[in-house]
């Protein structure tokens, strides 16, 4: 007998992954905790049937959302991470010696528990001294916070359940004060291309340009999310993503499997009807 995982990516898309093992399965407090091996991506982590990572593709996701801001940030010390429980943001941030300080708050501590337990290769660095580990909502803890932070990441699930609080204007309205002067916000944006998808990017779109004068979005393909085609959100109150120093970071010696400088670049042109959807939020 076959087993498949299988997620719906619109009322009439699904994907589906073949599956070996179903290695654990919890209902935490927030959420259902679920971890797969399977032939073709590894082991993948799931959260109320939806995924978030897999062993053969998360370096895509990762890299993109701490490489680019980082390189057009290069003075970067103190760094706030909300979410991403699974590790990945926080191992590629510890490979900047230049970074000083990284709080991460994560509302599930069941997400930690697990991904230490059976994705080690995301976990790696999250007992760096640098980095600081906070059990709590981080709507909730990003309030406290005034002109600290040089790069805050929102690494959340989807805007529903417990990251629904991360795509309010409160809470993008409470990181730009939570910001230096020359900080930079990076979200995850959600996907063009979906209807559904495509509403939440445009109502995260729409609430932070009521506080950054640059808002950007950027994009990267990913296989197992919906459509492959997914964006970051870009915002600053200074720092222009494109007019970075590309030999500086390339000076750095940082090996990467997805990014580059060229690709930073290119990752910001973006397709016309992304552009219209954009337009219209």
């Not at 009439?12 to 179903?22: C, E, L, N, T, Y």
């Not at 897999?54 to 490489?67: G, N, W």
């Not at 337990?117 to 976990?123: I, L, N, V």
């Not at 939570?178 to 998808?197: C, F, I, K, R, W």
């Amino acid at each position: 007998m076959e087993l498949w995982f299988t997620e719906f990516h619109s009322n009439d898309a699904k994907m589906s992954i073949r599956v070996d093992k179903h290695l654990h399965s919890e209902q935490s407090e927030y959420q259902r905790i679920d971890v797969f091996e399977s032939p073709e991506f590894g082991r993948f982590l799931t959260l109320d049937g939806l995924m978030m990572l897999t062993e053969k593709d998360e370096f895509m996701y990762h890299e993109m959302i701490v490489h680019v801001p980082m390189a057009a940030a290069p003075d970067v010390k103190n760094v706030l991470v909300i979410g991403a429980g699974d590790g990945g943001t926080i191992r590629e941030l510890c490979r900047y010696d230049t970074i000083e300080h990284i709080d991460m708050a994560e509302i599930d501590g069941r997400v930690i528990d697990v991904c230490r337990e059976f994705f080690p290769s995301t976990t790696c660095t999250l007992d760096d001294p640098r980095v600081h580990i906070h059990v709590e909502d981080g709507l909730k803890y990003v309030r406290s916070k005034e002109n600290f932070y040089d790069l805050i990441i929102v690494d959340s699930t989807d805007p529903f359940g417990p990251g629904e609080g991360l795509f309010t204007s409160e809470f993008y309205g409470n990181c730009c004060k939570a910001l230096t002067e020359n900080g930079v916000l990076v979200n995850q944006h959600e996907s063009p291309y979906y209807a559904d998808d495509a509403k939440a990017m445009q109502r995260a779109h729409r609430r932070i340009r009521e506080f950054f004068p640059i808002c950007g979005v950027y994009q990267f393909h990913i296989p197992t999310y919906p459509s492959g085609h997914w964006l970051f959100g870009f915002a600053s109150k200074t720092v222009d993503p494109l007019k970075f120093d590309a030999e500086r970071w390339n000076s750095l010696g940082i090996k990467t499997r997805y990014y580059n400088t060229d690709l930073h670049r290119g990752s910001f042109a973006i397709p016309n009807y992304v552009k219209e959807l954009l337009a219209k939020s």
